[in-house]
C-alpha cells in the first residue's frame, strides 16, 4: 500500500517562510512528477508546483519567485520551500504523485493534507 505523508504546515506571519514535505512509502517502484496542491476555504483545489522526474518544474502564477519545489529521488520526498507568504496562501497543502507499483502504472496517490495559515 503506498502512502504520501505531508508535514511542515502551520501558523505563521505575513513575509514569514515555511517549508512542506511530503514522504512517500510502500510497496513503489518508480514515482514521476511530484507535486503540491492546495486549497482555500470556498475555493477549488488548484495547482501550487510540479516536478518531473527529470526535475523540470512548473508553478501557478500566483506563487512564482515566492515558492520553489524540489525532490529528493532516494529518499521518494517532495519538498515545497515558501517564501515570503501572504494570507492569500492560507490553505490546505496536498501532496500529489503519479507512481507506478507492482499493481499500478503511474497512478495517482493524494496525502491527507497538511494545513498552512498566514496571519496578516
Known amino acids: 500500500q503506498v502512502q504520501l505523508v505531508e508535514s511542515g504546515g502551520g501558523l505563521v506571519q505575513a513575509g514569514g517562510s515555511l517549508r512542506l514535505s511530503c514522504a512517500a512509502s510502500?510497496?513503489?517502484?518508480?514515482?514521476?512528477?511530484m507535486g503540491w496542491y492546495r486549497q482555500a476555504p470556498g475555493k477549488q483545489r488548484e495547482l501550487v508546483a510540479v516536478?518531473?522526474?527529470?526535475?523540470?518544474?512548473n508553478y501557478a502564477s500566483s506563487v512564482k519567485g515566492r515558492f520553489s519545489i524540489s525532490r529528493d529521488n532516494a529518499k521518494n520526498t517532495v519538498y515545497l520551500q515558501m517564501n515570503s507568504l501572504k494570507p492569500e496562501d492560507t490553505a490546505v497543502y496536498y501532496c500529489?504523485?503519479?507512481?507506478?507499483?507492482?499493481?499500478?502504472?503511474?497512478?495517482?496517490?493524494w496525502g491527507k493534507g497538511t494545513l498552512v495559515t498566514v496571519s496578516s
Open positions: 516536478v518531473t522526474r527529470g526535475e523540470s518544474t
Open positions: 500529489n504523485a503519479e507512481i507506478t507499483t507492482s499493481d499500478y502504472y503511474g497512478m495517482n496517490f
Open positions: 510502500g510497496r513503489i517502484f518508480s514515482i514521476n512528477a
